[in-house]
């Protein structure tokens, strides 16, 4: 694993589709953005258009931000400056670095427990010639967040499978054809704990030869911003109910 130096350059270490948690501080006020790198040139990073799930200022040219993401061997921030916010390009903002990289707590993303069944099945590009698509299996849903779910299998998965998932959100629409790349798995009493990234559209094309991807089903549902959008607000209205009852829970 590379160490990361202190100091070191944002644009060096952050890689593309990065998840970025961005604090805006106004005086005692901190808003805080969720999003993903899109592009990295000229020493800038291209971010898909921040989600606000914190506070109540939006974002503008000038205004100066932190940006916090984890790595494996630590948490890191860097400050950076709204350098733009192209409206004709749903809002793909531009982050222009002006510090370089700190050492920092690990940021903790809220999870909320949630419970409910999930059906998804296993992208497989070794059987082109019957088809991508595997046999429907069923799971239940442990827990969500911003970026990805955890859900128990009785089958067994491997870290790197691509999966096609369908599940619904208490009191909100059913998300089909949802893409997730799975991350990590343990093995519990028999059963498998999964945990499962939610993908953008590039993602997967770098995986996928441009012919295979085109295979998949015409409705698949990318990480973009209105899947963001819907998650997150989930995740906040079930933050706000646990809050009040003392019952949040956050994870690394």
Not at 142 to 163: C, F, M, P, R, W
Request: net charge neutral.
């Amino acid at each position: 694993m590379k160490k990361i130096k202190a100091k070191e350059k944002a644009t060096d270490v952050v890689r593309l589709w990065q998840r970025l948690e961005l604090r805006l501080k106004d005086g005692d006020d901190i808003t805080v953005f969720i999003t993903r790198v899109e592009d990295i040139r000229d020493d800038r990073f291209i971010v898909e258009c921040p989600v606000r799930i914190k506070g109540k200022h939006p974002l503008e040219v000038g205004q100066t931000v932190e940006a916090f993401f984890n790595k494996q061997d630590a948490a890191y921030v860097f400050k950076a400056v709204i350098a733009s916010i192209d409206s004709q390009k749903e809002n793909m903002t531009t982050l222009q670095p002006i510090s370089g990289l700190a050492r920092t707590q690990r940021r903790k993303f809220v999870r909320i427990d949630i419970s409910g069944d999930i059906t998804y099945k296993v992208l497989d590009v070794s059987k082109r010639e019957h088809g991508l698509i595997g046999i429907e299996k069923k799971g239940e849903l442990l827990n969500i967040s911003a970026g990805g779910i955890l859900v128990v299998t009785a089958e067994k998965l491997n870290q790197g499978d691509h999966l096609l998932m369908n599940f619904r959100l208490k009191n909100s629409q059913n998300l089909e054809n949802i893409l997730g790349l799975v991350k990590r798995v343990d093995e519990q009493e028999g059963e498998y704990i999964v945990g499962i990234e939610f993908l953008v559209k590039e993602q997967l094309l770098e995986t996928f030869p441009p012919d295979l991807a085109e295979l998949l089903p015409p409705d698949i549902g990318y990480f973009n911003d209105e899947l963001q959008k819907v998650i997150i607000q989930f995740v906040y209205k079930q933050q706000v109910q646990l809050r009040k009852k003392g019952k949040l829970q956050e994870s690394l």
